[in-house]
């Protein structure tokens, strides 16, 4: 037998690209293979190329917000540190008006004697309430409207800037005015007072408070909408009641978005009864020597009564409410 007939075939098979026992089909699929892996490591080359691509312009992108951002706070801030600078300047504006139109008030003032310039001055003792009065009562029978004026001028300067020496001049208005006018007045003078410090305040304070401590003013503004209809009542109450002094009450009023109309009746209404007290006592004024002595336990219990009675409304309000619903 020719021995060389064995071995042929698979000679044959070797000699194609050195591939051992493949055929003609098995190599088109691993050359079919062979180019669909370059291919798919191009595209993936490519791809990360694209996504190289994109994350730069990303980056790029947001490194551009930030900067716009970063601008825009700057902006933001320059104009609120500006805003703020001008709403100091007003109310140093309006303040040296204050000065000048007290001053223009005292320029009209009856002239008085040697011995008694010295006196005519903010009295911030009961000593000095005492020789204001004595000096002003000579004069509130020939020069009245102009006692009268220099007096309401001055009990509301007093308060549109929260200067102590109000509960004075209350002490004095029982001294040297009718009863009737002198509560009315000094109602009056509070209410107005108030509200121009209040208005002082919308325009400086509020907007710091809300700038820098913007979490608690919310919580404090969304308290006084949810008992809107009882603002009067709450106002009349904190008036009467010494809880809070009556200069926290004016500056922070408006941060927490009480409305002006409240206030200023709230204000008129609630500080009548310690008015009274005060006026009642400056009948006498020459018999006290401080301040403190205008308050008794009688006078303490009546106004924890009218406290507690311009509650009423809210409670009954409340407890129909719940009544109903």
Not at 129 to 142: E, P
Request: aromatic share 12%; net charge neutral.
């Amino acid at each position: 037998m020719d021995s060389t007939r064995g071995v042929g075939p698979t000679a044959a098979a070797t000699d194609h690209g050195g591939r051992t026992g493949m055929t003609a089909t098995d190599e088109g699929h691993i050359d079919a293979l062979t180019a669909t892996a370059a291919d798919e490591m191009n595209t993936a080359k490519e791809t990360d190329g694209v996504a190289s691509n994109a994350a730069i312009v990303i980056n790029r992108r947001s490194n551009s917000i930030e900067n716009d951002l970063m601008q825009v706070k700057a902006h933001y801030c320059s104009e609120v540190n500006e805003s703020s600078t001008k709403s100091l300047l007003i109310v140093g504006g309006v303040f040296i008006g204050a000065i000048c139109a007290l001053a223009l008030v005292y320029l009209n003032f009856p002239d008085l004697d040697e011995n008694e310039q010295h006196v005519l001055k903010l009295p911030t003792t009961m000593d000095d309430a005492k020789a204001l009065g004595l000096v002003l009562s000579r004069y509130t029978d020939t020069h009245y409207y102009q006692v009268l004026v220099a007096y309401f001028s001055t009990y509301v300067f007093l308060q549109s800037f929260a200067i102590p020496g109000s509960i004075f001049l209350s002490i004095l208005s029982g001294f040297l005015f009718p009863f009737p006018t002198a509560l009315f007045f000094v109602c009056l003078s509070s209410a107005s007072g108030a509200s121009f410090c209040y208005l002082l305040s919308y325009l400086v304070g509020r907007r710091l408070v809300w700038r820098h401590f913007p979490g608690r003013a919310a919580d404090w503004s969304s308290h006084v909408q949810k008992n809107r209809d009882h603002l009067l009542n709450y106002m009349i109450f904190l008036r009467i009641t010494p809880f809070l002094p009556n200069w926290f009450i004016n500056i922070t009023a408006p941060v927490i978005n009480v409305p002006l109309a409240p206030f200023f009746f709230g204000t008129f209404l609630g500080v009548a009864p310690p008015s009274f007290v005060a006026i009642k006592a400056g009948i006498t004024i020459q018999q006290l020597t401080s301040s403190s002595e205008t308050v008794t336990y009688t006078s303490l219990l009546v106004m924890a009564v009218l406290a507690m009675i311009s509650l009423l409304p809210v409670i009954f309000k409340d407890r129909l409410r719940k009544k109903f619903d």
